[in-house]
Nanobody
Framework: QRQLVESGGGLVQAGGSLRLSCAASGIDFPWLNMAWFRQVPGQERDFVAGILWNGGSETYVDSVQGRFTISKDDAEEMLYLRMNTLKPEDTATYYC???????????????WGQGTQVTVSS
């Protein structure tokens, strides 16, 4: 069964940190480009961070640059998002995505997780 399962979300105060995890199974994880997206109810799903299949390039949306770090562990087939200095505007459901294409368009990604909620209180 091909799936991505996110975990690590929760409630945190502004300025705090969280680490999101995404466990992959049934997909060719080491050969796929990976990304994190986030979505607020009533709004589009927005790109947060991406990493190429070989780990050679990381991309971040400007609003999280310097605060978030994306990483992957091919041996464990895990994707991570370390989030520091969290702000209330980071509150959203965070989704893990995988695909043979890369970039900030969610249509580039074939596989998606179910999402994990991150809530940052002020």
């Amino acid at each position: 069964q091909r799936q991505l399962v996110e975990s690590g979300g929760g409630l945190v105060q502004a300025g705090g940190s969280l680490r999101l995890s995404c466990a992959a199974s049934g997909i060719d994880f080491p050969w796929l480009n990976m990304a994190w997206f986030r979505q607020v109810p009533g709004q589009e799903r927005d790109f947060v961070a991406g990493i190429l299949w070989n780990g050679g390039s990381e991309t971040y949306v400007d609003s999280v640059q310097g605060r978030f770090t994306i990483s992957k562990d091919d041996a464990e087939e895990m994707l991570y998002l370390r989030m520091n200095t969290l702000k209330p505007e980071d509150t959203a459901t965070y989704y893990c995505a995988a695909g043979t294409n890369a970039g900030q368009d969610p249509r580039n990604y074939k596989y998606w997780g179910q999402g994990t909620q991150v809530t940052v209180s002020s």
